[in-house]
């Protein structure tokens, strides 16, 4: 994994897909196709990790989505055209907001140390386990200045 870049341009975000949100009191973005499947969902931070991600935040883990809510047939196609690039092999997306697809995942503060999240990921869909989805929710979360952070062990 990379150095985490965040923002429009860390993952070829275009700017007519995207406005501007706040969380916590931290600038960060509206996605408008996921605004769309979910009024909730308008806080996002976009962090590059080796691979593109956006991260919406929700304030109560009680508003996360279930992983049957993000593979059911509702959301599931819906949630597939925001994350896959209309060049994706097998599922076809729209390439909005990123015309080479993203990474989706959806966190919540469970404390000044802990994150819940739940992840769909470009071209596979829901999966219960993804190492740069959780290290892209942490980089966003640190990012946004939501983490407490804790003294080196060393």
């Known amino acids: ?22 969380f916590e ?11 769309q499947i979910e009024a909730l969902w308008k806080c996002s931070q ?3 990790v080796g691979n593109p991600h956006c991260v919406t935040f929700l304030k109560d883990h009680s508003l996360l989505p279930s992983m049957e809510q993000i593979g ?19 599922m076809r997306g729209t390439g909005r907001p990123c015309k080479n697809g993203i990474n989706l995942q959806w966190a919540s503060l469970l404390g000044p140390d802990s994150i819940a999240a ?14 740069t989805s959780a290290t892209a929710v942490a980089s966003a979360a640190r990012a946004l200045g939501l983490l407490v952070r804790r003294p080196s062990m060393s």
């Not at 059911?72 to 097998?90: C, F, H, I, Y």
């Not at 739940?118 to 190492?131: A, D, I, M, N």
């Open 1 to 22: 994994m990379g150095v985490p870049t965040y923002g429009l341009s860390a993952v070829d975000a275009s700017p007519e897909h995207v406005g501007v949100s706040e």
């Open 118 to 131: 739940r992840v769909f990921e470009r071209g596979e869909g829901p999966t219960l386990s993804s190492g």
């Open 72 to 90: 059911s047939q509702k959301w599931m196609p819906r949630l597939t055209a925001v994350a896959n690039s209309t060049e994706s092999d097998g």
């Open 25 to 35: 009191g931290h600038r960060t973005f509206r996605v408008f196709d996921l605004e």
């Open 46 to 48: 976009f962090v590059n």
